[in-house]
């Protein structure tokens, strides 16, 4: 995306710094205490506005120069919608969530700066360093976006610039594919009766990650992401999608064409190219690891508390 593009009127004189007044509404979630704390580093005078905070989010957009929305994704929409009217020039918006095209529209309705942010991390992480930011200067000149892609470079944080559409785009295979395959894989396994641990005396390690994988993926929100999967505007032709390639491959199933499915596994090996053997590589690595960790749990050791 052309960080320069701007979509309203805004004074180059105006300027942000670490004495600017921040106010994370939402603060008291993950996400917004992790960003509470990002700030923090830097000297940001920070205030919190949450459901049971003296500060109302009224007041924190009246009183902040720079306002961040850390809110549940179904409620993104409707409570910028509530505040946005507060919003004044020179104020810089930002949201914290996993969709990027409704939030960010909602953010241009003001006289704000506005760029949408999707932290690819969780609110627990240790540290920054290394993690991925997807972001999107909607409205800010290139001088104030290249101010904030620095505080954000500044703790090791790679930042992936994109458009709100090209986001969801993404985000539609990275979340909506991935999330929905394993969530058919629990209802599946719901509707077979199978007990889970019992499928773990015959796993090998791979499928034991996969597993794992699920099973993280279910200790979770709900709402998080019932969200992700209802609301991103690409769901539909994933749904479509998939539905197709159920019926190719019942139909292979019925007409017992294993060549068909030999045939369709090759193509879609020709499709992902080299990415296969890195990750073949990549996953051969953590695979050791996982043997590793499995064994010294059995074995009641701390794994790898030497290094």
Request: proline share 6%; aromatic share 8%.
């Amino acid at each position: 995306m052309d960080a320069s593009s701007l979509s309203g009127p805004i004074d180059p004189g105006l300027q942000w710094s670490e004495k600017s007044a921040v106010a994370i509404i939402g603060g008291q979630g993950e996400m917004g205490r992790l960003f509470t704390k990002f700030f923090t580093s830097y000297g940001f005078p920070v205030q919190v506005a949450d459901l049971d905070t003296p500060l109302t989010p009224e007041c924190a957009m009246r009183e902040s120069d720079i306002v961040v929305f850390a809110v549940p994704l179904h409620k993104t929409v409707a409570i910028i919608g509530e505040l946005v009217s507060l919003a004044r020039p020179g104020q810089l918006l930002m949201d914290l969530t996993s969709l990027k095209s409704a939030p960010v529209k909602e953010m241009l309705r003001s006289p704000a700066s506005v760029v949408g942010l999707h932290p690819m991390f969780g609110g627990r992480v240790a540290t920054f360093a290394g993690q991925t930011l997807a972001a999107c200067p909607a409205r800010i000149s290139p001088q104030r976006w290249q101010w904030l892609r620095g505080l954000f470079v500044a703790r090791g944080i790679r930042v992936k610039e994109c458009t709100p559409e090209e986001h969801d785009r993404m985000m539609s295979i990275i979340q909506v594919l991935f999330h929905l395959m394993t969530m058919l894989a629990g209802r599946t396994l719901r509707k077979l009766g199978i007990d889970i641990r019992e499928t773990l005396e015959y796993t090998s390690p791979i499928y034991r990650i996969e597993m794992n994988l699920a099973g993280r993926i279910f200790a979770q929100s709900p709402e998080l992401y019932a969200a992700i999967t209802q609301m991103n505007p690409n769901t539909g032709q994933i749904l479509a999608q998939l539905k197709e390639s159920l019926e190719v491959y019942e139909d292979f199933y019925k007409s017992e064409d294993l060549q068909g499915i030999m045939d369709d596994f090759s193509q879609s090996a020709d499709h992902l190219g080299d990415f296969c053997s890195d990750a073949y590589r990549e996953s051969s690595a953590l695979l050791d690891f996982s043997v590793e960790l499995a064994n010294n749990i059995r074995n009641g050791s701390n794994p790898r508390s030497d290094k």
